[in-house]
């Protein structure tokens, strides 16, 4: 599944053609993907201009000109493609993503504002993502609720300590509590931990001193925000990269410190630990025992 960085990567992909652009048609070739499109979904895009293209947790979001906003998710296997005379893919994803004609279910026609004409064409085979429209001045349910991102400055030491503060569940699970922090997964999340030297088991609250200011959730919200903020900076290099190589479609290789590294050594200097696997409320999270507590 997309994570974060990954959305970030896609919407700075698309950001040149899309922001400023006027749509001058929609196709919508099935009437649903996880969820059924929302009523005259062609029509209340029809013509409008795009203001911005922005990103709240894993949404992609799309302000329109006097109009609806747009709220996408790319799911588990969503991607958007650029068709134009640079042909491009926005973001390249830890698994291929499809250009299969058959699973293109959204094409946007678009005019940008130098006259050219570009598509943006959604493909998804497994259909796990979604298309929306909120009225203006209106939050849709889905983006109401949301907490912290994790990619400011509003996320630090004191925050996070806050939010910790009495929970008796394990620091990893409230880390993936999407009211707390939008769209942190559970890959960053192990990352995160394994930067900030703290046991994915050990208790949320623990972060909460009694009195003061705590270390721990210092270090926390600052690996939180370089982990996510280094693999969006690696994201916008595979996209220079990708876009450089004339639409060739390939892997781009994350280098995860402890993700899916179970009973390798631990990359930190001098730790000499083996990264472990264990399973957090139905999901892998991977650390090393020696130097995280
Ligand atoms: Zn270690």
Excluded at 48 to 61: D, E, N, Q, W
Excluded at 193 to 211: D, E, F, N, V
Excluded at 275 to 283: A, H, K, L, P
Aim: aromatic share 6%; net charge positive.
């Amino acid at each position: 599944m997309p994570e974060l960085p990954e959305v970030e990567t896609v919407r700075r992909g698309l950001q040149p053609v899309m922001e400023g652009a006027r749509i001058v048609s929609v196709e919508q070739r099935r009437p649903d993907l996880r969820f059924p499109f929302p009523p005259d979904f062609r029509e209340r895009l029809t013509g409008r201009r795009i203001v911005s293209l922005g990103r709240r947790a894993k949404y992609l979001t799309a302000e329109m000109e006097g109009g609806p906003l747009l709220i996408c998710h790319l799911g588990m296997s969503g991607s958007f493609r650029i068709e134009d005379e640079n042909a491009t893919t926005p973001g390249v994803f830890h698994h291929e993503r499809s250009k299969a004609a058959a699973h293109d279910h959204v094409v946007f026609h678009l005019s940008l504002p130098d006259g050219r004409r570009s598509m943006v064409v959604f493909n998804d085979p497994r259909r796990f993502g979604f298309m929306l429209l909120s009225d203006p001045g209106t939050e849709h349910p889905m983006l109401a609720g949301l907490g912290v991102e994790p990619t400011g400055n509003a996320l630090d030491g004191p925050l996070l300590s806050e939010m910790m503060r009495g929970r008796r569940s394990p620091l990893k699970a409230a880390l993936l509590d999407q009211t707390l922090i939008a769209g942190l997964g559970n890959i960053y999340v192990s990352e995160a931990l394994w930067r900030a030297g703290l046991s994915p088991r050990r208790l949320a609250g623990t972060l909460a001193p009694a009195r003061g200011r705590s270390e721990r959730a210092e270090r926390l919200a600052t690996s939180i925000r370089s982990v996510i903020a280094d693999a969006i900076e690696a994201g916008g290099s595979s996209l220079r990269d990708y876009v450089h190589a004339d639409g060739s479609l390939g892997y781009f290789q994350h280098s995860f410190s402890v993700y899916d590294r179970e009973g390798q050594p631990c990359r930190k200097p001098g730790c000499g630990g083996t990264v472990r696997r264990i399973v957090q409320g139905g999901r892998s999270t991977f650390y090393c025992p020696v130097c995280q507590h």
